[in-house]
């Protein structure tokens, strides 16, 4: 036996081991853009994924037993090449459906087994039956087993690192998905060519699982549909979309993260779209003297944008953005210019906090990717405390909450409310957006540090700056039954899930 023949199982097993973790690591981007990055769907992910391995190992080693052929080990991985190459056609139509008929915590079970189940069955099959191949061939059932596992966990841990630092920065979902498809495609269909010995039964199936490839490429062609995109990438954390959409007769550019809407301006005039962003405008009235800003969160950059072009008086903008894409992006698609007066650091929000020897007067917070996507170290009292002791003696924190107002003893905002104040006793709450899609709404907090400083909206009664008539009195609400999110006990999906 050649030594090449030897060892051409084993790298079969390693490829299709790292294949599987990157699907695995894929199927959680390709979920969060519809259900978010939340711990359901990473654990619907590898709870499916993992019991598709798992029967199929049992049917592998059962038809080991029965039928140890080569042909049927090569038919496996082609049998799986085509169905995860189906995950490219059916995933967004099939995921449109779900997302509209399910909510984040059966949505994501849904979706993972309808599109990642039949492939880890079919992968998982291959184990076993190598095994009992090669055993066949060279006997020591113990030393080919512990190969097998070997090469098929090593390709998995290489699979891991290719996938988060090389294929999602810089392919598409999409693109990742044929590609390790294709790779399994070529290598089942060129092993079932070679091993058959012209097995009729086998050519049939692979004709119709080819045809099965045809009609499906044919219906995305021809169903494909265009948005009006001008801008579109996987970034580190999120799929980043810009769109320009027509609103009110007037024509608008929008970042997008996944599937949610985060920032915008309309063209004519760089004028912020979204009511809730122009409540940064209340500083005019706590703290008009401001010279020393930190946002957490950068997005489209279109408050900092305003910032530096209303108020010459502002001598630092730090902004603190985990996706490094975005700054550029600002750049070239919205209105930001280079300034010197502005810093931004490609960092985490609370890590940056924790670095930063700054005192400053304003701490925007507005780093939640969508109502699904909401990073819970950013929610809890530990993070809040952190953030007031970044505040000058006349700062103030603001901060961006997406979900419902709901009489629910128990829910995210009644939850964060009452964290929030656990903290800034000088609290001010507003909602910031009508009702939207499924009710949900942006709401703004405002804790000031000096506990006797008051907001005056008596002297820009009628103006621009007049809120006061969306300024709810958290006093009336009740918080009693409202848990404090902390860093050891921070809930926040299992909260969210309840608004739906």
Not at 189 to 202: E, I
Not at 295 to 319: H, K, M, S, W
Not at 416 to 439: C, G, H, Q
């Amino acid at each position: 036996m050649s030594l090449v023949r030897q060892y051409l199982t084993y790298g079969i097993v390693f490829i299709v081991g790292a294949i599987i973790l990157i699907i695995e690591i894929v199927a959680v981007r390709l979920l969060a853009i519809y259900f978010g990055n939340t711990i359901y769907t990473v654990s619907s992910i590898l709870g499916v994924i993992l019991g598709g391995l798992s029967l199929g190992y049992y049917l592998g080693g059962y038809l080991a037993d029965r039928r140890p052929d080569w042909a049927l080990f090569y038919f496996l991985i082609l049998a799986g090449g085509i169905f995860l190459f189906l995950i490219f056609i059916i995933s967004e139509p099939l995921l449109i459906f779900l997302e509209s008929a399910f909510d984040i915590k059966v949505g994501p079970v849904v979706s993972s087994i309808f599109i990642f189940f039949l492939p880890s069955l079919f992968l998982g099959a291959i184990s076993p039956l190598a095994i009992k191949l090669k055993t066949e061939e060279i006997g020591e059932i113990g030393r080919v087993s512990g190969k097998i596992f070997f090469w098929s966990t090593i390709g998995s841990i290489l699979g891991s690192f290719i996938a988060g630092f090389y294929l999602i920065p810089n392919f598409g979902l999409s693109m990742i998905i044929k590609m390790a498809s294709s790779v399994l495609i070529i290598i089942g269909l060129t092993g079932v060519l070679l091993t058959q010995k012209h097995n009729k039964n086998y050519s049939l199936i692979v004709f119709l699982l080819m045809a099965l490839i045809f009609l499906g490429l044919m219906s995305k062609f021809i169903f494909k549909y265009q948005p009006p995109v001008i801008f579109q990438k996987d970034g580190v954390y999120s799929r980043i979309t810009i769109e320009e959409i027509q609103l009110n007769g007037r024509l608008a550019r929008l970042l997008k993260h996944d599937r949610s809407y985060q920032s915008g301006i309309f063209l004519d005039n760089n004028e912020l779209v979204f009511d809730y962003a122009k409540y940064y405008s209340l500083y005019r009235l706590i703290n008009p003297d401001a010279k020393k800003i930190l946002f957490l969160g950068g997005g489209a950059y279109t408050l900092p944008c305003q910032l530096l072009r209303e108020n010459r008086q502002i001598e630092r903008i730090d902004v603190a953005e985990i996706e490094h894409r975005l700054y550029n992006l600002a750049k070239k698609y919205f209105c930001l210019d280079d300034n010197p007066r502005l810093f931004n650091h490609t960092d985490d929000a609370r890590n940056f906090l924790k670095k930063t020897k700054e005192k400053y007067d304003i701490i925007f917070a507005d780093a939640y990717s969508s109502f699904y996507s909401i990073p819970h170290h950013l929610t809890t009292r530990d993070f809040f405390l952190l953030a007031k002791e970044k505040l000058s003696e006349n700062g103030f924190f603001w901060a961006n909450v997406i979900g419902k107002l709901e009489k629910k003893d128990n829910n995210f905002v009644t939850s964060e409310l009452k964290t929030f104040i656990s903290v800034f006793p000088n609290t001010y709450f507003f909602v910031a957006s009508p009702p939207a899609y499924r009710k949900l709404r942006n709401f703004i907090l405002i804790g000031i540090k000096d506990e006797n400083k008051m907001i005056d909206f008596s002297r820009v009664k009628g103006s621009e700056l007049d809120f006061s008539d969306n300024l709810i009195d958290w006093k009336k609400i009740d918080l009693s039954s409202a848990i404090i999110l902390t860093d050891d006990f921070a809930p926040v999906e299992y909260l969210i899930s309840k608004s739906f």
